[in-house]
């Protein structure tokens, strides 16, 4: 006999993700540059992986603490503490998770009641407005622009909170614009959170990834470690993402449920990859900082390149994400990033999958290599070249 309703409603509703959705277009498709989807493209450092391996040839093959290894929350807390002044108890306020990913969905369904509503500035990450919903919040987009750098405001912020709002989601450097925010700029927005009584959830993966100024950790402000859900992991700085370890720091009750829900879903973390962890934050700097130093000479040359060829963007600040206007094609974001795949075999990923204000913007990343971002460059140059002639014309 067949079955009605199969499906969740709820899951029935939601959209599938801006990015994947649109990469599927491109695989087995030759001759493609893609600067699609936020990967390094650097192997991790032989001396990450190395202790991966090693870790298998000793025998580490069971689960370990549903917290995660002792040892990695303990280099986690020493890590925070000498660098920023941070102290998180490794027993009761440290959580390792599979990606900050997990971490995200964790304390959304640990925090969130029916009705509550969380504030998502746009543009945003893929995942969290659907992670609200899916635990049975509201989400509420309050849209940046890029005239304010694509950063929300004390005003914005404030307008935009209630009775029912419960906390907001923080991420900076951003995916996808690589925008972040200064100690002043953070202190303004932290007074509103103060006074309306935020959980802030502060998504923090790329804050090694920061180029012109020192990147300053939401709980470091005066009160806020109280309120604030700190994330991070090694996916990002570490050219790690298979590896898929994140970590969560934050006020005990909260790390607590998010440990319950973390028992009954995914038990720990894979204990070679945290394993591997321990070694890339325990002694993974040097590696950090030589990615880094070409990510930015990446970032140079793509800001410098679009906006000669009429695709205008901000510099970025932060992660490996550029997000230019594309206003100069006469084409939407959707009909730009098909065509541009079609034509020029250049996969971007379209401004509308991180907001629906930002139907004129594209994201393309600059994790790809130096070659293929020249490569890149030359090919969006012939197609722009192209399509402002037929502007001309109409």
């Not at 503490?81 to 971490?103: P, W």
């Not at 990450?125 to 899916?134: D, K, Q, T």
């Not at 950090?288 to 130093?293: A, G, I, N, Q, V």
């Not at 996969?347 to 790809?368: C, E, H, I, K, L």
Request: hydrophobic residues 35%; aromatic residues 10%.
């Amino acid at each position: 006999m067949k079955r009605n309703n199969l499906i969740s409603r709820k899951v029935e509703k939601l959209a599938p993700s801006g990015i994947r959705a649109f990469f599927d277009l491109v695989l087995g498709m030759e001759d493609v540059v893609s600067l699609g989807v936020g990967e390094p493209d650097f192997v991790t450092p032989w001396n990450i992986r190395e202790t991966g391996i090693f870790s298998i040839e000793q025998g580490y093959t069971s689960y370990t603490s549903n917290k995660g290894l002792y040892k990695l929350r303990l280099i986690i807390h020493r890590l925070l503490k000498q660098r920023f002044g941070l102290n998180y108890c490794a027993d009761e306020e440290i959580l390792i998770t599979v990606g900050v990913s997990e971490a995200l969905d964790l304390a959304m369904r640990a925090i969130i009641n029916p009705r509550d509503e969380i504030i998502i500035p746009e543009p945003c990450y893929v995942s969290y407005g659907p992670v609200v919903e899916l635990a049975g919040g509201k989400a509420v987009n309050l849209p940046a622009n890029q005239k304010d750098g694509f950063k929300i405001t004390p005003q914005m912020l404030e307008r935009a909170c209630n009775k029912r709002t419960k906390g907001i989601i923080l991420n900076y450097p951003s995916n996808p614009t690589g925008a972040t925010y200064s100690h002043l700029e953070l202190e303004r927005l932290n007074k509103v959170c103060k006074k309306h009584k935020l959980l802030v959830i502060s998504d923090e993966v790329y804050g090694d990834l920061t180029y012109d100024c020192e990147h300053v950790p939401y709980p470091t402000l005066k009160g806020a470690q109280d309120y604030t859900l700190y994330l991070n992991g090694v996916s990002k700085a570490y050219a790690m993402t298979g590896w898929r370890i994140g970590y969560a720091c934050g006020p005990k009750p909260v790390i607590a449920a998010m440990t319950k829900i973390h028992q009954y879903t995914i038990l720990c973390a894979a204990i070679i990859s945290q394993m591997a962890a321990c070694e890339a934050l325990y002694s993974g700097k040097r590696s950090l900082e030589e990615m880094k130093r070409e990510y930015r000479r990446r970032r140079e040359f793509m800001y410098k390149s679009l906006n000669e060829v009429g695709l205008t963007c901000s510099k970025p600040q932060g992660a490996f994400y550029i997000f230019p206007q594309i206003d100069a094609s006469g084409l939407g974001c959707l009909e730009f990033a098909g065509k541009l795949l079609e034509e020029q075999k250049v996969a971007v990923v379209p401004g509308a999958a991180f907001g629906s204000n930002y139907d004129n913007y594209v994201r393309m990343s600059y994790s790809t290599g130096y070659s293929q971002l020249n490569e890149a460059v030359v090919r969006i140059k012939s197609f722009m070249d192209r399509h402002k002639k037929n502007i001309k014309r109409k």
